[in-house]
């Protein structure tokens, strides 16, 4: 998908430059080209050798390298490539690009560089939090530089919040999104679909919620394969684990009844794929008030009232019902007689099913077994990565739409 495309990708010193060592082997089975430049601090993290041997190109090293400039000029050098990628970009690299200096030759590149510059900080917490670093992101991102993450959780250093260097696939996503690899061109240009993925959050009182355990992770390869293939995708999504994908319309929402309102209000579509793991049911009497222990023993008694089915309703529509409308069916037992009920039950065209049992991983892990069920039968994938079984979707989708 990147054939063709020359990425100059320069490796700060930080931790997460092991990552950067499985994105560049990404890059590479993409069919991407890479220029790899590696500071001085990277190389206390991962050696100019591993760097070569996966890129398939002798990383640069040196600003006053006089084989290298009398090779390739440090100039002709940051013109290469069709896009710049920092990764990890620290802290101090990022405040020396916002200062505009060039005292090594990863700061020169960037600062002699004609291309579109893509980030993906990594540091500790309070680095990321510091009132210089905002600082320097924002004015980073007012000079039109791009970033990818950082996420949220936990960190090398022990410590827990953002700053952790998005995952490879995170930055290869914003990589094509930067590249203009996103709406525009593919099978499914000029197509509009919509997504809904993660959990919702059902209030109980304005501290609680219900919740489940989906982390949003097959939605979110969905949407991101679908972008790939060139629909403009409108990403409904409740409170996931995952981030979204870049370059999708993402509408954030927290409850079932929120999500109903945005797939509605993001109708007219060609394609409806419902991925969220939405609650069946929310709190009728949840309170405007923290629910409190009164000292008596008393317990809160919760009534719960029926969400909207959101698949349901939108299969049923007779104006503005998507050509195709898709479903998941998550089970835990007799899994396909179960999908395939809940096909005709709700209205759908396809049914998604898959076993989501304890012992089978599947609810948050990175993998998915899936079951096909269309009006033709069955069809059962094997076990795969989501970002495959999404890709495979993605593919179907665009042969049935022609
Ligand atoms: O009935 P069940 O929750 O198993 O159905 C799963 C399918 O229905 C999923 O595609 C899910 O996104 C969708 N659904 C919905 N609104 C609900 C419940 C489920 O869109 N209230």
């Known amino acids: 998908m990147l054939a063709g495309k020359r990425i100059l990708l320069i490796i700060g010193g930080g931790i997460a430059a092991y990552k950067t060592l499985l994105l560049i082997r990404e890059l590479r089975s993409a069919g991407a080209a890479l220029t790899p430049v590696l500071t001085q601090a990277g190389t206390q993290f991962v050696t100019p050798l591993s760097v070569a041997a996966l890129a398939g190109e002798k990383p640069y090293q040196e600003l006053f390298d006089l084989t ?25 690299l990022m405040a020396k690009m916002a200062a505009g200096l060039a005292d090594d030759l990863a700061t020169t590149l960037l600062l002699a560089t004609d291309k579109r510059v893509l980030l993906a900080p ?6 990321w939090q510091h009132p210089a670093t905002r600082r320097n992101v924002a004015v980073l991102r007012d000079d039109g530089i791009l970033f990818a993450g950082p996420d949220e959780g936990e960190m090398a ?28 061109t593919g099978p499914l240009a000029g197509r509009h679909v919509i997504v809904t993925s993660g959990p919702t959050h059902e209030p109980i009182d304005p501290v609680r919620y219900i919740a489940n355990r989906s982390s949003g992770a097959q939605g979110t390869a969905i949407a991101a394969a679908l972008r790939d293939l060139g629909a403009r995708v409108s990403f409904i999504t409740g409170p996931a684990d995952v981030a979204p994908p870049v370059g999708v319309n993402v509408v954030a929402v927290q409850t079932a009844r929120e999500m109903e309102q945005a797939v509605k209000a993001a109708l007219p579509a060609d394609v409806a794929v419902f991925a969220a793991a939405v609650a069946d049911w929310r709190v009728k009497n949840a309170g405007a008030h923290k629910i409190k222990k009164d000292g008596t023993g008393n317990l809160p008694v919760l009534e719960f009232a029926e969400n909207p089915d959101i698949l349901a309703g939108i299969a049923g529509l007779t104006k503005e019902r998507p050509a195709l409308v898709v479903g998941f069916a998550a089970e835990t037992d007799d899994v396909v007689a179960n999908a395939t009920r809940k096909r005709h039950r709700k209205g759908c065209d396809w049914i998604v099913a898959n076993d989501v049992s304890p012992g089978t991983g599947i609810m948050g892990g990175d993998e998915n077994a899936v079951v096909l069920i269309t009006g033709e039968g069955t069809e059962e994938w094997p076990r795969m990565g989501k970002d495959e079984v999404a890709r495979r979707l993605a593919a179907r989708i665009a042969e049935t739409l022609g």
């Open 68 to 92: 290298d400039e009398a090779e390739m000029g440090h100039i002709e050098l940051s013109r290469t490539a069709d896009l710049v990628v920092v990764a990890p970009a620290t802290a101090d």
């Open 122 to 127: 990594a540091m500790n917490v309070r680095m």
């Open 157 to 184: 250093c022990g410590e827990f919040g953002p700053g952790r260097m998005a995952e490879p696939g995170t930055i290869m996503d914003a990589i094509r999104n930067a590249l203009g690899q996103g709406a525009g």
